[in-house]
């Protein structure tokens, strides 16, 4: 059973556009969102974070949305950069547990 | 420079043939754990450990083993390993903020075939 679903599994945008990467989930002890970016031939590298207590965090021009009635939260990179191609992965780990859970990812790529 | 170093980077092995990965990390994190990367499927937890000697299952735990004798290193070892252990796998550490292993720092990643 999926705990986190993620979508799209792939995404391609023109350099200056918005990519908007979207996951839900369906554990309610979950509380805490973070999201991954991984480049290709590297390991995952934290991106950003957030708790459910907040309903937007921006870093840059990286922006997480949460919305806990939905249970649905959101990676937004604005202007999109060709540097920005990698894959990225939502997560969400509850309190008490050791393992996150992750999304199956989603392959980006930014065309000049 | 704060790393997790995982040795080797490919690894090409036979049904059967025991092998380790080794995994060592410079930033004295209590936390630390091994994940498989499938295409399609994102990252699976293997094992975690919260400190020396302390360890447990994660997710996908069947046909791997762990120990953590020293803080800093995590060997993952396939005692036999089978083909459907193919895959990618990540080792990654944390600090135990409040309790909490938020804050993963992978490593680059060992690419496994067994044939």
């Known amino acids: 059973q999926q705990q986190v679903k993620q979508s799209p599994q792939s995404l391609i945008v023109q350099k200056g556009g918005i990519s908007i990467i979207n996951c839900a989930y369906e554990?309610?002890?979950?509380?805490?969102f973070p999201w991954y970016q991984q480049f290709p031939g590297k390991g995952p590298a934290l991106l950003i974070a957030?708790?459910?207590?907040?309903s937007e965090k921006k870093e840059g021009r990286f922006t997480i949305s949460f919305n806990k009635s939905a249970k649905q939260f959101s990676l937004h990179i604005m202007d999109s950069q060709p540097g920005d191609s990698a894959t990225y992965f939502c997560?969400?780990?509850?309190?008490?547990?050791?393992?996150?859970?992750f999304g199956r990812g989603t392959s980006l790529i930014v065309h000049p | 420079e704060a790393q997790v170093t995982q040795n080797p980077r490919y690894l090409i092995t036979v049904t059967g043939k025991k092998l380790t990965v080794t995994c060592s990390q410079n930033?004295?994190?209590?936390?630390m754990s091994w994940y498989r990367q499938d295409p399609g499927l994102g990252l699976r937890q293997i094992y975690y450990?919260?400190?020396?000697?302390?360890?447990d299952k994660g997710d996908v735990p069947e046909g791997y083993k762990v120990s953590r004798k020293e803080k800093r290193n995590f060997p993952l070892i396939l005692e036999s390993p089978s083909p459907n252990q193919t895959s990618l796998y990540f080792c990654?550490?944390?600090?135990?903020?409040?309790?909490?292993?938020?804050?993963?720092?992978f490593g680059s990643g060992t690419q496994l075939s067994v044939l």
């Open positions: 930033m004295n994190h209590e936390y």
């Open positions: 450990s919260m400190n020396v000697e302390v360890t």
């Open positions: 957030i708790r459910p207590d907040v």
């Open positions: 997560a969400a780990l509850s309190g008490g547990s050791y393992i996150p859970t």
């Open positions: 990654a550490s944390s600090p135990l903020s409040a309790g909490r292993n938020e804050k993963l720092f």
């Open positions: 554990n309610t002890a979950f509380d805490y």
